[in-house]
């Protein structure tokens, strides 16, 4: 049995890059390895490393639950919570782990470098730290397995190196080491305004996302309006990968249609994007707006997903308590 932890911060509205590179990848694992063990949290506590709105973070929780929900995360398969609910736990294993956890492996951390950007003397401990809370994360549950987009893959091995520090020092076999699953063929969205940066919440502009609550319209016109280049769509991988921002586009339609790049080529070789984009955003359309009417559906009845989100908490703190007792154990803490 494997056990499965993901999770995603509630900072802003998702976009096709978390659904694509994650969330559409958790729900087919969820529904083609029904023996997993399945835990799908809410960072709420990475939310506030960067500057953020209490007056908002709350809705904001409620609405990435809901977007589990309705992309088909289902809370009797899976235990969907908000970090915080555990928070006491997760924070405790962060201390601990932070002991264990070297400044050099932390100070090279890309994340942290681009958000930090140029004023990272003034930037908070808690972004500096982000990554061991993450660790500690996936090391409270013992998860095996953790499916993320490409961008999360140095968090995932710091969190496999503290977990292997942690074993040799205190000379137990205590930490599962987590495997990474970078699925499907969307590991890294790009933007749809410059096909070298990575689709992201915090571009300026949005034309540069789909975002999950976008409705047709914007689909299409930000589509339409995507970057491309003048040439016809080619016939083959190597000259499409020399174009970012076609391969952006073949990229997230293969991993929408879920087939393979060269099936999308095979359909679409030789024709101009006047004839491919609206292809692309009607199927788009098609896979994102049942999502989108579904959330707003479950976000009209917030005591539901609080209903949903309790229950989770309750089943993630069963498996986080004893592991952390545990730890204090082998640490050597009185108690
Ligand atoms: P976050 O909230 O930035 O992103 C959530 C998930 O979406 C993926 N993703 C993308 N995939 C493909 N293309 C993109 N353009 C793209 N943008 C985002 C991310 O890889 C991620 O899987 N640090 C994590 C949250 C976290 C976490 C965890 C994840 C905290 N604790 C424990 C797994 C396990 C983050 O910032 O995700």
Redesign the pocket.
Known sequence: MKRI?????P?SQ?????Y????KNWVDLQNSEPDNQNLY?V?DM?AITMPYDPATLKKATREIAAAYIAAGIDPDKSAIFA?SAVGDLHAELMWLLATMTQIGKLNRMT?FKDKAGKNAEKAGLGLYA?PV??AA??LIYQ?TH???????KQ??EI?RDIASTFNHRYGQDFFTLPEPMIMGS?????SLRDGTK????SAESDLSRINLTDDADMIMDKIKRAKTDPEPLPDNLPDLEKRAEADNLITIYAALASTSKEQVLAEFAGQNFSIFKPKLAELTIEKIAPITSRMRELLQNPDEIDQILHAGAAKARAIAAPNVQKVKEIMGFWG
């Open positions: 932890l993901s999770g995603m911060q900072t998702l976009h096709l890059g978390n694509l590179g994650a969330l949290c960072v990475h970090q994340q982000y809370l993450m994360d996936i998860a953790v499916p993320v987009g490409e961008d999360q968090h995932l969190t969307a590991t890294r969205v790009m990575k689709m992201s919440k």
